[in-house]
Structure formats: structure tokens, C-alpha cells
């Protein structure tokens, strides 16, 4: 059984850099043709795609983020990261990885991780 | 930007059958995915590629999309389907999601 599991810091100040990692276990990152999407859920309010990456390091970005969002996948240690430059208190909400492998949707995700953006 | 339209709330009755839909451009001609959620939860993933259910997820989970509207169907609703739904496409090599309907089964 996949699973995910996101880690980073719950606190990150305006303007700075919001840098989260997704470990899987229970299966390698490299196996199948997958995708690894990050996910992002303000309170109260719908989800968000911010962007996905493939184990060759292709990647597709949300456009409302595209500017700031560089993701990166690390096979060594089965893992991929998101990383969001100059933040703001919009960029506050629950952040959640999931496995995506393409045309059969975000089938496995892990429990999310809220990242608070505040001074 | 692509949009998917759900409406904010869909009241149920226990047993009776429960219909979401979700609307966008020529929203037939694109694979639609559903996830439901609930509180504190992670979304979970119960009906792909329009019509299909994955592994685990009851018969009463069913989906149709056509023209510009999918919709999610649960019939015999109980109340352990009481949750948020959020519809899913595929659009501008991007992944957009509805704007969410929360079910409610009273």
C-alpha cells in the first residue's frame, strides 16, 4: 500500500521561501509512469493543483503559480519536494502530495500539512 | 482559465439518491474524476475516467459526463456519505478542480 507523507515547516514568514517535502514508502518512486502532483487546500475553502512533476523531471505548473513554484524529485531517498517563493498570507492553507499517475486521477494522497504564512 | 461549476449544497434524504453536478466547457469531451472529503480528512478519490469506480469504493458511487455537465450519483445515500465532493479535469495541461458541494443527508 502507497503512502505519502508531507513534512516542512508549519510557520513561514512573508516573502520568504515555503520548501515541503513528500516521502513515499510502501513502493519506489521510480516504479510505474507516475506523476507526483502537490495540492493545496485553503480553510474552508476548495482545492488548489499548484503544479506535478515525473520521475524524469518533467513538470506542469499551475499558471497561478508558475512563477514561483519549482518542484524536484530525489529517487535516493524516494522522495519529492515543492518549493514557493515570496509568499504571502494567501499562500496560508493546508498542502497536501499525491500520487498522480495521469489519466486515472490523484489516487493515493497524503494526510496533509497546514502552512501557516505569518510574521 | 478553464472552470468547473458545482453548486455550493445538495440535501439527501437517507436511501434516497443523491446527484452532484459539475459543469464547464464541452466538459463531455474531457475525462472527469470526483473525490469526496471529510472533515480533517484527506480527499478521497471515488469515481475516474467519468464512470469509473476504484477498488473499494461502494456500487452506489456512480458518474456520467456529457456535453458540458458530469454528474457524480449516489444512490441509497447514508449518512456515512455525508461529505465535501469536489469535481476534476484535465484542461491547458492543468489540473482544475470545482469549487466543491457539500452534501448533507438528513
Known amino acids: 500500500q502507497v503512502q505519502l507523507q508531507e513534512s516542512g515547516p508549519g510557520l513561514v514568514k512573508p516573502s520568504q521561501t515555503l520548501s515541503l517535502t513528500c516521502t513515499v514508502s510502501?513502493?519506489?518512486?521510480?516504479?510505474?509512469?507516475?506523476?507526483w502532483s502537490w495540492i493545496r487546500q485553503p480553510a474552508g475553502e476548495t482545492l488548489e493543483w499548484i503544479g506535478r512533476?515525473?520521475?524524469?523531471?518533467?513538470?506542469n505548473y499551475n499558471p497561478s503559480v508558475k512563477s514561483r513554484v519549482t518542484m524536484s524529485i530525489d529517487t535516493s531517498k524516494n522522495q519529492f519536494s515543492l518549493r514557493l517563493d515570496s509568499v504571502t498570507a494567501a499562500d496560508t492553507a493546508v498542502y497536501y502530495c499525491?500520487?498522480?499517475?495521469?489519466?486515472?486521477?490523484?489516487?493515493?494522497w497524503g494526510q496533509g500539512t497546514l502552512v501557516t504564512v505569518s510574521s | 482559465s478553464y472552470e468547473l461549476t458545482q453548486p455550493p449544497s445538495v440535501s439527501v434524504s437517507p436511501g434516497q439518491t443523491a446527484s452532484i453536478t459539475c459543469s464547464g466547457d464541452?466538459?463531455?469531451?474531457?475525462?472527469v474524476f470526483w473525490y469526496h472529503q471529510k472533515p480533517g480528512q484527506s480527499p478521497v478519490l471515488v469515481i475516474y475516467q467519468d464512470t469509473k469506480r476504484p477498488s473499494g469504493i461502494p456500487e452506489r458511487f456512480s458518474g456520467s459526463n456529457s456535453g458540458n455537465t458530469a454528474t457524480l450519483t449516489i444512490s441509497g445515500t447514508q449518512a456515512v456519505d455525508e461529505a465535501d465532493y469536489y469535481c476534476?479535469?484535465?484542461?491547458?495541461?492543468?489540473?482544475?478542480f470545482g469549487g466543491g458541494t457539500k452534501l448533507t443527508v438528513l
Open positions: 476534476q479535469s484535465w484542461a491547458s495541461s492543468t489540473w482544475v
Open positions: 510502501g513502493g519506489s518512486i521510480s516504479s510505474g509512469n507516475y506523476y
Open positions: 499525491a500520487r498522480d499517475p495521469g489519466d486515472t486521477g490523484l489516487d493515493y
Open positions: 464541452r466538459l463531455g469531451s474531457r475525462y
Open positions: 512533476i515525473s520521475i524524469s523531471g518533467s513538470t
